[in-house]
């Protein structure tokens, strides 16, 4: 018995055994039902079924009728030397003259009931009641490991589900932190933080695959007059709106972030340098087109700067910075790039 793993496989094994090894006539195992409260034959082997591994005709007894119904509910081994006695037989496939039930039971718990009937009167006696009490303990035993077996892997699977959906929410938490600790609240894209990082990722691209890499840096013109005139709520509204024409007009593959205050970086990769100009001069026109607050209108100026493979990033930076300058020097609300100098 030590070998079969299931419940099912164990009734037929034993089954097979009394007939086959212990020569008996005939072997029935029946298993209660806990949710009819009916006994269900699981498992038969002689005269009741010639078939291997299959019932042909399986019979359910209610607990208290019949020899076996009647062991189910004493819990208590029965011998019937004579059936043609016994008023509360229940016949099966054919007629049998004797019959050997008993219980199979673990401690207190009862999984069902051992059968065997003969074609004789006198077909058993205390000797084979005996072995079949012996058989019925060490399958009760099995039976109690099986089930102990399934109830410890019910609850393995449930706590590897439980850890599933536990580690899936704490993906799912972390990457939502991630995401906040990479966007700026006021404007809702990337920030500072966000924005060093790609720039690295990005540079680092470039320099490996000789890829075309471009920065756009731009600030709201006098935007301190806009908070000094009409508040700092006024001027938070204006911020937002200029991240939001950022986002809108911008590629995917670009990220745009508020570079600090007022000021913002577009990292534009497989982007030259007119190209580059080309979207500055259109952000710079939606921005100057946009009425933000009542009567609010600003604008904004652009310093564009394109990769070198024989610069840092900071290199690059400085360049766009130099650029942006210069469009405010120029007067503002322009785009301004170092491209042709």
């Known amino acids: 018995m030590v070998s079969v793993i299931n419940a099912k496989d164990l009734a037929w094994f034993v089954t097979r055994e009394i007939v086959g090894s212990l020569g008996y006539e005939d072997c029935v195992i029946y298993f209660l039902d806990d949710r009819t409260g009916c006994l269900e034959q699981v498992a038969a082997t002689g005269i009741k079924n010639p078939v291997e591994k299959q019932i042909l005709n399986p019979l359910t007894i209610e607990v208290g009728a019949g020899v ?38 673990f401690g207190d718990r009862i999984y069902g009931v051992l059968d065997s009937e003969s074609k004789v009167i006198d077909g058993y006696d205390d000797e084979d009641r005996k072995i079949f009490e012996t058989v019925s303990k060490l399958m009760a035993s099995k039976l109690a490991l099986i089930e102990q077996s399934d109830l410890v892997n019910k609850y393995t699977a449930e706590l590897e589900e439980r850890v599933e959906e536990r580690t899936l929410e704490l993906r799912i938490a972390n990457e939502k932190l991630e995401n906040l600790a990479s ?18 990722n990005e540079f680092q691209r470039a320099r490996r695959y000789g890829g075309e890499l471009s ?15 009409r508040g700092h709520q006024v001027g938070d509204e204006v911020i937002a709106g200029v991240g939001k024409i950022a986002k809108v007009l911008s590629r995917m593959s670009d990220t745009p972030g508020r570079w600090g205050g007022e000021e913002f970086l577009i990292i534009a990769p497989q982007t030259s340098d007119t190209g580059a100009v080309v979207f500055a001069e259109k952000l710079c026109l939606a921005i100057e087109s946009l009425e933000f607050s009542i009567d609010v209108r600003v604008s904004a100026s652009f310093g564009v700067a394109s990769f070198r493979s024989d610069e840092s990033v900071q290199q690059v930076l400085k360049r766009a910075d130099v650029s942006l300058y210069r469009a405010k020097e120029l007067g503002r609300n322009r785009v301004e790039t170092d491209a042709t100098s």
């Not at 004797?98 to 199979?104: A, F, G, M, N, R």
């Not at 966007?183 to 690295?200: C, F, G, M």
């Open 68 to 105: 076996t119904g009647q062991v189910a509910l004493t819990k208590q081994s029965i011998l019937i030397s004579d059936l043609s006695i016994f008023d509360n037989y229940v016949l099966d496939v054919e007629p049998c003259l004797s019959e050997l039930c008993v219980p199979i039971m």
């Open 183 to 200: 966007i700026d609240p006021l404007t809702e894209i990337a920030n500072r933080r966000r924005l060093d990082e790609v720039l690295e």
């Open 215 to 229: 920065l756009i840096l731009f600030d709201i013109d006098h935007f301190k007059v806009v908070n000094d005139t």
